[in-house]
């Protein structure tokens, strides 16, 4: 039996899932899971390197590099061969108010309110 797999932790979900060519030509369709997503924003866009990354997710390093390969590789897919890039899926868990252990800077936590205020969201 297969050991299962473990839930990896994500910031925020992306805000466009869909992205491809605009010419029409369309070769295919790649599917990218929320998680390498995520490896994709916390190291190319934040700067984190690897390491940090996969303390953000609770992965060992290893398990960041590969998903960061994956990630990087149907990018690459996508771009040279006029394919259709969806993100979705995935085996992750996305942090909220608390769990405060993500330390993005940009997390979008919802805070719980006191009695008989309206709930806010934090940038």
Known sequence: MPRPRKWRRVC??????????????????????????????????EGLN??????????????????????RHKIADCLVNSRRLIIEGGD??????????CGCPHCRRLIQPADGETPTITP
């Open 12 to 45: 925020r979900l992306p805000q466009n899932t869909l992205f491809g060519p605009l010419a029409g030509i369309d070769d295919g369709t790649i599917v990218m899971t929320v998680e390498e997503y995520e490896t994709i924003r916390l190291i190319d866009l």
């Open 50 to 71: 690897q390491e940090a990354c996969a303390e953000r997710m609770h992965v060992a390093r290893t398990t960041a590099q590969a998903m960061y390969r994956n990630a």
């Open 92 to 101: 992750y868990l996305v942090c909220n108010a608390r769990e405060m252990t």
